[in-house]
């Protein structure tokens, strides 16, 4: 199973096509079979005929191909603008989508923190309203206000996540070896795999050369795709880091897990801001998002490819 | 003294279940809570309970998964839906399934107590008649 970047369903958001402008539903046979018909009898009738009259024939058969190749470009034309058009709406609907659904996304991830604080808050005053502030009450007092800023940490994180996801940053371009860029990222998260219990094996080729690209931007896709592959695997496991050519001007690099895999009906969703199966606090379904989108400005490309329970690969291609 | 009102918090935030449960306490009613769906079908088939306050997405089985369960299980009990998604589309189609009522989060106290007290004292005035 192999899922691109995803995409809103085409069928359902192109809606009704536009209704054809008038005079497009003339036949089409009138061209494709009229045409050299009318040909085939006017060169059969022009060896019979004397010559003034095959002359006039000719003109005439010369005249209906002209007009018939204007009127096929005519039509070609017209259907190369409504695709354009329906493109263009098609488009325009899979926005508005992406923004539907990362709306909700924001409003649920917010809301949870949100009414965590609005009860800690009613909690407080219930217990400043007792005659007494009982030690017990006052430490709970306290937890209570330890946990308000815990959520307001919360808070902060998902909106700063979702600034730096939005934040129009034009990459900085520098030579460097993907094997660097991959290396530095996998040691700083290789003691902590070993500890649970995760091997991170390396499968790079030596004989890649160094890219342009922009290091700092790569190494937040890298270390992404990191801890994500980390925390897919509940026990122990191997992350597999690779580096290879992908046609003559691309290069990839792929970060597969041993992990659960991804169900089929979440891999259209994988990339999708706030799209998370992790629980509450965990994730805040930014990470992939944040990587396909970084690696879009990269002018690159990022697939996945997953069985469940058989772990994921994820695949990043870019331009050397 | 009446008997206090049986409610059943069904939430994976840890936090937001244990405080609401005591927030519960302080206006009277009897609180229990459940972090998913096993484990509020296995209170429910253990005791009776008159409100369950549900979330949608949790992770295992969403609410909307747990909601037949539930009445199948309880029949008589009433599901309020308490839940930080916001969805008209999944609002409607647990009213269909059953569900008493949608509550957004963050819902003040008072209008959970009160949508509470109005579900139970509806089903108490339903069940006498």
């Not at chain 1, 902060?156 to 939005?166: E, G, M, R, V």
């Not at chain 1, 860029?181 to 700083?188: G, P, R, S």
Request: with cysteine; charged share 20%.
């Amino acid at each position: 199973m192999k899922a691109e970047t995803p995409r809103a369903d085409p069928a359902s958001a192109a809606g009704e096509p536009a209704s054809p402008p008038a005079g497009k539903n003339r036949p089409l046979w009138l061209h494709l079979v009229g045409l050299p018909g009318v040909t085939a009898v006017a060169v059969l009738s022009a060896m019979v005929l004397p010559i003034p009259l095959a002359v006039i024939l000719a003109l005439f058969t010369a005249s209906l191909a002209a007009w018939s190749a204007a009127a096929l470009a005519s039509r070609i034309r017209t259907s190369e603008q409504e695709r354009c058009s329906l493109d263009a709406q098609l488009v325009q609907s899979q926005k508005l989508a992406a923004i539907g659904e990362m709306s909700a996304g924001i409003a649920h991830e917010i809301n949870n923190p949100m009414a965590i604080i609005a009860q800690e808050s009613d909690w407080m005053t219930h217990l400043m309203s007792q005659p007494q502030v009982t030690p017990e009450n006052l430490a709970e007092l306290r937890d209570s206000l330890a946990e308000i800023v815990r959520q307001v940490d919360r808070c902060k994180a998902i909106t700063h996540n979702l600034l730096n996801f939005s934040r129009k940053m034009d990459p900085i371009l520098q030579q460097e070896h993907l094997e660097r860029i991959m290396e530095d990222m996998v040691l700083l998260v290789e003691k902590e795999a070993k500890l649970q219990g995760v091997s991170i094996v390396r499968d790079y080729d030596p004989e890649l050369a160094a890219i342009q690209t922009d290091v700092p931007l790569l190494r937040q896709v890298v270390l992404n795709l990191l801890l994500n592959a980390f925390q897919a695997i509940p026990g122990q496991g191997t992350i597999t880091v690779s580096t290879r050519p992908a046609g003559a001007d691309r290069v990839a690099i792929a970060v597969a897990d041993t992990g659960a895999g991804i169900l089929p009906e979440n891999m259209s969703k994988i990339f999708n801001p706030f799209f998370t199966t992790k629980p509450p606090g965990v994730g805040t379904g930014l990470g992939l998002s944040m990587c396909h989108g970084i690696v879009d400005r990269l002018g690159g490309a990022i697939t996945v490819e997953s069985e469940p329970g058989r772990g994921a690969k994820f695949t990043v291609t870019l331009p050397r | 003294m009446p008997d206090p009102i049986r409610v059943l918090v069904v939430d994976d935030e840890d936090r937001f279940r244990t405080t609401l449960v005591k927030l519960l306490g302080a206006q009277g009613l009897f609180a229990e809570a459940a972090s998913g769906g096993e484990q509020a079908l296995a209170l429910l088939a253990e005791k009776p309970f008159d409100v369950v306050l549900l979330d949608v997405k949790m992770p295992g089985e969403s609410g909307q998964e747990v909601l037949p369960r539930i009445k199948a299980v309880a029949p008589g009990v009433e599901v309020l839906i308490l839940t930080g998604h916001a969805s008209v589309d999944i609002a409607a189609e647990m009213i269909a399934g059953g569900a008493a009522d949608y509550l957004l989060k963050p819902c003040p106290l008072d209008e959970l107590v009160g949508c509470v007290r109005a579900v139970y004292d509806r089903r108490k005035a339903v069940g006498a008649g």
